[in-house]
């Protein structure tokens, strides 16, 4: 069986959906093992792949930062024996970005000095309660008793201990994300003006819409990103009552997020929609007849409409309100 050697990625924190989904597909050629952390991070066991690399972890891990940012996407690499180790170096990286621990002397040499707050798992409320009786360091942490650990954060103490200590039980777990495709529009100075808030969200549903038909999937449900001024992001997800590609679909569900979140004069910077849990068009429900003539001549011409946007730009056919220059 292979040594473990995990690979802590993580990215900004604001890194958009697709650009995420991107870099999950880039560490899926490195290793078969790869477990999404969402929203901005990930984790790779690549101890059974270096012999196909040729590389050592921190070659590899080179590699790898450099292929990410050749796709716009910034990382931070930690690569250890165990998790939590992993995740602690992939913060403390510095100009580089790559940080590897070859072997135990390593690690405790690095873990060692850092404050107890650096230590992967130990929140804010926590670092205070072991600075309170003296433990301020993670190497500290890591020679005080399993017992005396216990008694000053609870049950948790144990697993910090062993973290501390280089320990960490887990094992990477692969999974992917559920299908998802996401359009943004950001704005050139904050923007307060409903109309033209309305009209950007307009146009990016009739956008997202299009791209599932080109896709021929379909969304089980929408999500709305607003990203505010002061740095502050709020997120709603609404589930679709028939999974659906069609625009009004789409825009009914917006709509319903839009208005319960009720902005007054909050100055909005982004904003991101995001389809969730799709599935192809053929697993869908199928078409249901309509008693409402004019939604049903709306979805008769939508292939029509598709069909001229994709061969004249996605801009040529869209609805009345989002041609409103919104930014």
Known sequence: MSASVIMHVRCRPDTEPETYR?????LQDLSPLV??????AALVQIGGTLRVHRADPGTLAQRTRVRA???????????????ATAATASAHTGPSGVLWLPDER??????????????????????????RYGLHTIGALADQPEHVVCRLVGKQGRVLRERARGVDRRTVTPSRLPAAATVSHAFERDMLDPVLLRAALLDLVATLAERL????????????????ADGGRIERTRRLPVPSAHTDDLRTVLWQIWDAMAYQRARIRRLVLTAEDLTPAEEGPGTQLSLDPAREARHQVEPVLDAINARYGRTLVRPAGAYRKAG
Do not use: K, M, N
């Open 22 to 26: 991107a870099l999950l597909a880039l």
């Open 35 to 40: 477990q999404p952390l969402p929203p901005a």
């Open 69 to 83: 940012l050749l796709h716009g996407i910034d990382t931070h690499i930690g690569v250890a024996s165990t998790w």
């Open 106 to 131: 390593a690690e405790q040499q690095f873990l060692a000095p850092l404050d107890i707050s650096a230590l992967y798992g130990v929140g804010a409320t926590t670092a205070e309660t072991l600075r």
């Open 213 to 228: 038909r080109a896709r021929e999937q379909i969304a089980r449900g929408l999500t709305l990103t607003v990203r505010l």
